[in-house]
């Protein structure tokens, strides 16, 4: 079973600081690499994707980088505001029919 | 509107009474599939289904059944819960399996077997 590793499990940061969260993975295909956010009550939403022809996507204050080397992808979140505190899910690609996700990291974004 | 239906919202039940979760999509997604929530462990895949009549097991498939009979529909079956299965679900769909595209998550059940 392929190992997801995401790291913190949780993360407080200050408004106007950067959120880093990061996940390791073990399959070596590269397709589609996507982090989800979820509030609380509500079903994970797709916020950032990534596929393999650039290392680096940015949308807004979300950016996602990618380290094939390090097989290592992560999620940065400049000036984080209040509305960002929610869980954070990456999902990489596991070469199969499967979907695995990582543990989930929870931000707070203390006003 | 784009969107994956899951009913009930919110289910209480007792050890062993059958019960079923409706998942619909609207999207002409092939592939659906079935989480479980649980705090500390993220989200674990129980079923998932790469067409019609086509499913096979996640991580965590024992104590359910799905069925795919229509491209729209793909309930999950508890014959007899336990209370080890109280946890949030969340039902799935994308155009292409394994992660590889968009998943587009219904709003969850939250299942309580007492």
């Known amino acids: 079973q392929q190992q997801v590793k995401q790291s913190p499990q949780s993360l407080i940061v200050q408004k106007g600081g950067i959120s880093i969260i990061n996940c390791a993975y073990e399959?070596?295909?590269?397709?589609?690499f996507p982090w989800y956010q979820q509030f609380p009550g509500k079903g994970p939403a797709l916020l950032i994707a990534i596929r393999p022809d650039v290392s680096e996507k940015k949308e807004g204050r979300f950016t996602i980088s990618f380290n094939k080397s390090a097989k290592q992808f992560s999620l940065h979140i400049m000036d984080s505001q209040p509305g960002d505190s929610a869980t954070y899910f990456c999902a990489p690609p596991t070469g199969g029919f499967k979907t695995i996700f990582g543990a989930g990291t929870r931000l707070f974004v203390k006003a | 509107e784009a969107q994956v239906t899951q009913n009930p919202r919110y289910l209480i039940t007792v050890t062993g009474k059958k019960l079923t979760v409706t998942c619909s999509q609207n999207?002409?997604?092939?592939?659906m599939s079935w989480y479980r929530q649980d705090p500390g462990l993220g989200l674990r895949q129980i079923y998932y289904s790469m067409n019609v009549e086509v499913t096979d097991k996640g991580d965590v498939p024992e104590g359910y059944k799905v069925s795919r009979k229509e491209k729209r529909n793909f309930p999950l079956i508890l014959e007899s819960p336990s209370p080890n299965q109280t946890s949030l679900y969340f039902c799935?769909?994308?155009?292409?399996?394994?992660?590889?595209?968009?998943?587009?998550f219904g709003s969850g059940t939250q299942l309580s077997v007492l």
């Open positions: 799935a769909s994308s155009f292409r399996s394994g992660g590889r595209e968009k998943l587009f």
């Open positions: 399959n070596t295909a590269f397709d589609y």
């Open positions: 999207m002409n997604h092939e592939y």
